[in-house]
């Protein structure tokens, strides 16, 4: 059974999570291999599930105005896909949401990403318009979940 806590930004198993995703986004959507994330506000909070000692899954929120956080960098280890470790990333991510005032948690992934539509569909998030920077990238859908 997985564990789900907050970390530091700088926490070296986060970073090397982090560094994962990248490796993995720059196959996937064919990017540049330098390409690096853009920087998350300050204030974002990051969290890291665990398997023992072993970081399998992290992703950050971040405000983005007031009352609506952002759903960042989900990313889960190939070997832990299909199991409890994303939900329990999501639903720790509307906690940490909702401890900072949020009342609407959003988030944005791709189209050719099923199995991460079907997460946050299956978690209570609905479409919505795409927000900027995402509003004309056709390859972005957008969801959003009222933070009860």
């Given at each position: 059974?997985?564990?789900?806590?907050?970390?530091?930004?700088?926490?070296?198993?986060?970073?090397?999570?982090?560094?994962?995703?990248?490796?993995?986004?720059?196959?996937?959507?064919?990017?540049?291999?330098?390409?690096?994330?853009?920087?998350?506000?300050?204030?974002?909070?990051?969290?890291?599930?665990?398997?023992?000692?072993?970081?399998?899954?992290?992703?950050?929120?971040e405000?983005?105005?007031?009352?609506?956080?952002?759903?960042?960098?989900?990313?889960?280890?190939?070997?832990?896909?299909?199991?409890?470790?994303?939900?329990?990333?999501?639903?720790?991510?509307?906690?940490?949401?909702?401890g900072?005032?949020?009342?609407?948690?959003?988030?944005?992934?791709?189209?050719?990403?099923?199995?991460?539509?079907?997460?946050?569909?299956?978690a209570?998030y609905?479409?919505v318009?795409?927000?900027?920077?995402?509003?004309?990238?056709?390859?972005?859908?957008c969801?959003?979940?009222?933070?009860?």
């Amino acid at each position: 059974m997985a564990t789900v806590a907050e970390c530091p930004a700088d926490d070296g198993l986060l970073l090397a999570l982090m560094t994962a995703m990248t490796a993995e986004l720059i196959v996937v959507h064919d990017l540049p291999p330098d390409v690096r994330p853009h920087p998350l506000d300050p204030a974002s909070r990051y969290l890291l599930a665990h398997d023992g000692p072993r970081a399998i899954g992290c992703c950050a929120v971040e405000p983005v105005e007031p009352g609506v956080s952002e759903l960042k960098r989900l990313f889960v280890a190939p070997d832990a896909r299909g199991t409890d470790v994303p939900g329990a990333l999501v639903a720790e991510s509307e906690r940490l949401a909702r401890g900072q005032g949020a009342r609407r948690l959003r988030l944005e992934t791709a189209r050719h990403q099923p199995a991460a539509i079907r997460l946050y569909e299956r978690a209570g998030y609905r479409r919505v318009p795409n927000f900027p920077p995402h509003e004309s990238d056709p390859e972005s859908i957008c969801y959003e979940k009222a933070l009860g």
